[in-house]
C-alpha cells in the first residue's frame, strides 16, 4: 500500500442570484472545517468589503483570457458581462491531498465541471420568486435595472437545477443548512444522495 490519501470529494454548489448561495457556503464551511473552499478568479470590480484572494482573485479581462486560453481554468463563464473561472491549481492539490473541496459557481461552470471531473453537485432554490426578488432588493447592491435582469436570468439558471444531484431550499435558513450537512456526510460515507427533485416548487418558479 502506497499510504496516499484517498482522494477528496469535489462539491459544487450553485443557485440563481438571490437565493442565499453564498451564505449557505459559509455556514457549511463553518460547520464542516474539512471542506476547502475555492477561490474563483474574476474580472468583476470588486464591490465594498471585497478582499482580493478572499471573495475572489481580482484580474483584468487580458489576463483571464490567457489563463483561459493556456487551460488553466476547470471552468470558467460569463456571468452578466463579467468573467468568473476556477483554477486547476486551486482546486486538484486540494483532493489529492485527501480533503474536499468546494465550489460556488454558477449553472454554466457546474455542467463544465461535472463533465472533466467526478463530483457532487447541488442546486439551491429560493422558497418563491416573490422572495427571490424580495432578497435580491434587500442586498442593497444593484440598481433596479441590474435586479431586474438578474430575475429575468433566473428562470433559465432555475431551468437547470434538474442536472443537478441534489437540490436544497433556503427557505428555513438552519434546515437548509442542514440538508447541505445532510449530503456532504451521505457522499462521504458513499451513501445515496437525498433524492428530494422539489418538483411543484420548480414548477412555480419557472412559471411565466
Given at each position: ?8 470529494t ?11 448561495k453564498s ?12 471542506i476547502?473552499l ?72 457546474a ?98
Open positions: 500500500m502506497s499510504g496516499r490519501p484517498a482522494p477528496g469535489l462539491f459544487i454548489v450553485a443557485a440563481p442570484s438571490g437565493a442565499g451564505t449557505l457556503v459559509n455556514a457549511l464551511l463553518e460547520r464542516e472545517p474539512g476547502a475555492s477561490i474563483s478568479h474574476t474580472t468583476r470590480a470588486p464591490r465594498p468589503g471585497d478582499v482580493d484572494g478572499l471573495q475572489y482573485h481580482f484580474v483584468d479581462r487580458a489576463r483571464f483570457e490567457r489563463m483561459a486560453a493556456d487551460g488553466d481554468f476547470l471552468e470558467h463563464a460569463n456571468v452578466f458581462g463579467n468573467c468568473y473561472g476556477t483554477s486547476r491549481g486551486a482546486v486538484e492539490p486540494i483532493l489529492t491531498s485527501g480533503r474536499d473541496v468546494l465550489l460556488e459557481i454558477d449553472w454554466q461552470g455542467a463544465q465541471v461535472r463533465a472533466k471531473i467526478s463530483c457532487v453537485s447541488i442546486f439551491i432554490l429560493p422558497p418563491s420568486r416573490a422572495e427571490l426578488e424580495r432578497r435580491l432588493r434587500a442586498r442593497g447592491t444593484d440598481d433596479a435595472a441590474t435586479i431586474a435582469r438578474r430575475l429575468a436570468a433566473s428562470r433559465e439558471e432555475i431551468a437547470h437545477a434538474h442536472e443537478f444531484d441534489c437540490i436544497v431550499v433556503n427557505d428555513r435558513f438552519d434546515e437548509a443548512v442542514a440538508q447541505l450537512q445532510a449530503i456532504v456526510h451521505a457522499a462521504r460515507a458513499g451513501e445515496a444522495l437525498p433524492a428530494d427533485r422539489h418538483a411543484a416548487l420548480l414548477a412555480q418558479l419557472l412559471a411565466t
